[in-house]
C-alpha cells in the first residue's frame, strides 16, 4: 500500500481559496487512481472528485456549486494529488481525505490507502 499525507486545510473566509495536497511514500502514486473525500460531522463519507493513474478526472459530489469550484489534478514525478478548491463557502466546512484505489471509483470501500484528513473550516 501507498501512505498518504494530506496537508493545505485551515481556517478561511466565505470567498477564500485552498489547495489540499495529498502526498504519496512508501509505493509510486502514478500506479494508484486518487480521490478526495469529505466528511461533515454527524454526517456519510463523500467522494468528491478522483483522478485516474493517466490523469482522467471525475466528479462525483451531489453537490452542483463545488463542481465548478473544485478541481483535482496530479504531477506523478512530485508523487502528489492537490484539491484546488476556490471561492469557498461555509457548507463545504468537513474534514477532507485523499485515498488511493486500484481503479476510478466513488466507493470508499474500493479504496484502501487514506490519509489522516485535513480540516477546512470556512466562516461567513
Known amino acids: 500500500q501507498v501512505q498518504l499525507v494530506e496537508s493545505g486545510g485551515g481556517l478561511v473566509q466565505a470567498g477564500a481559496s485552498l489547495r489540499l495536497s495529498c502526498v504519496g511514500s512508501?509505493?509510486?502514486?502514478?500506479?494508484?487512481?486518487v480521490a478526495w473525500f469529505r466528511q461533515d460531522p454527524g454526517k456519510e463519507l463523500e467522494c468528491v472528485q478522483a483522478i485516474s493513474w493517466s490523469g482522467v478526472t471525475t466528479f462525483y459530489s451531489n453537490s452542483d456549486s463545488m463542481k465548478g469550484r473544485f478541481a483535482i489534478s496530479r504531477d506523478n514525478a512530485e508523487n502528489t494529488v492537490w484539491l484546488q478548491m476556490n471561492n469557498l463557502k461555509p457548507e463545504y466546512t468537513a474534514i477532507y481525505y485523499c485515498?488511493?484505489?486500484?481503479?476510478?471509483?466513488?466507493?470508499?470501500?474500493?479504496?484502501?490507502?487514506w490519509g489522516q484528513g485535513t480540516h477546512v473550516t470556512v466562516s461567513t
Open positions: 485515498a488511493a484505489a486500484r481503479f476510478l471509483d466513488s466507493a470508499k470501500d474500493s479504496y484502501d490507502s
Open positions: 512508501g509505493r509510486t502514486i502514478s500506479n494508484y487512481a
